[in-house]
Nanobody, 120 residues
Framework: QARLVESGGGLAQPGGSLRLSCAAS????????IGWFRRQVPGKERELIS?????????NYADSVKGRFTVSRDNINNMVYLQMNSLKPEDTATYYC????????????WGKGTLVTVSS
């Protein structure tokens, strides 16, 4: 069954770091832009925080995470990563990866999410 699975979430202190992973199985990530989204409040719409393109691995970030988060991809191993540094309490959210970067589009694949909590 084709799917995306996130991992790496957990509890971090303010100023700390976490690295999230997004693993694809059953399909190749090569042909997809991959977006990282987060939902900070249950019931609120997910917001795009980072995107990495399929064509040339170019990246984009939301202003809220620019300079602190770094997205990368490893097409050989069918993985995408989100390195999160200088974490803030407001980064607390459930983080999702998806096979696209347009929240208005119908994605082929969504992960189920991984929870990140930033607290002292």
């Amino acid at each position: 069954q084709a799917r995306l699975v996130e991992s790496g979430g957990g509890l971090a202190q303010p100023g700390g770091s976490l690295r999230l992973s997004c693993a694809a199985s059953g399909f190749s990530m090569d042909y997809y832009d991959i977006g990282w989204f987060r939902r900070q409040v249950p019931g609120k719409e997910r917001e795009l925080i980072s995107c990495i393109s399929a064509r040339d691995s170019s990246t984009n970030y939301a202003d809220s995470v620019k300079g602190r988060f770094t997205v990368s991809r490893d097409n050989i191993n069918n993985m995408v990563y989100l390195q999160m540094n200088s974490l803030k309490p407001e980064d607390t959210a459930t983080y999702y990866c998806a096979s696209g970067c347009n929240i208005r589009a119908i994605m082929d694949y969504w992960g189920k999410g991984t929870l990140v909590t930033v607290s002292s």
